[in-house]
């Protein structure tokens, strides 16, 4: 017996002895569970992936929608800026118009107050003058009925 005889039925008593023990079922489950647990994880990493990809659909969209309002805030803010520099201006042209009526009416009241006073001293003027040329003219009585007479006169052409 030589030394490749007890090698052979070295390597046959541990063939024998691992078919015995079922060694090749043990690691046809551990490998079989190993895939499974691979597998599992490969379905739960797709499974996050589509999550993940659905949460950056709806994050992108969110974004749009955002930026989209927030252009409209803007335009928004925009317009109201535009109206309210428009209705300062009118207002403020009407307000200059408004002072510029107000200050001509103002300027031809004081004219025709001026122009009625140059009459009422003219008229005293002049009835001063008549009284005193009539009263070196005529006697007391005639002259109060004419300076009545006059004064009565120049009353209706005045009115």
Do not use: C
């Not at 001509?104 to 005193?132: G, H, P």
């Amino acid at each position: 017996m030589d030394a490749t005889f007890w090698a052979t039925v070295a390597l046959v008593i541990f063939l024998v002895l691992i078919a015995y023990l079922k060694v090749p079922g043990m690691l046809g489950r551990s490998l079989d569970q190993r895939a499974e647990k691979i597998k599992a994880e490969l379905e739960e990493a797709r499974r996050l992936r589509e999550e993940a990809q659905q949460l950056l659909a709806e994050y992108q969209r969110k974004r749009k929608e955002a930026e989209k309002e927030a252009a409209e805030i803007v335009e928004h803010a925009r317009r109201e800026a535009e109206q309210f520099v428009a209705e300062a201006k009118e207002k403020s042209e009407e307000y200059v118009a408004r002072r510029t009526a107000l200050a001509e009416q103002k300027i031809a009241q004081a004219e025709r107050d001026a122009v009625n006073e140059v009459r009422a001293r003219a008229v005293d003027l002049a009835v001063e003058s008549a009284r005193s040329v009539l009263s070196a003219k005529v006697d007391a009585k005639a002259d109060a009925a004419l300076f009545a007479e006059s004064l009565e006169q120049l009353r209706t052409r005045l009115n």
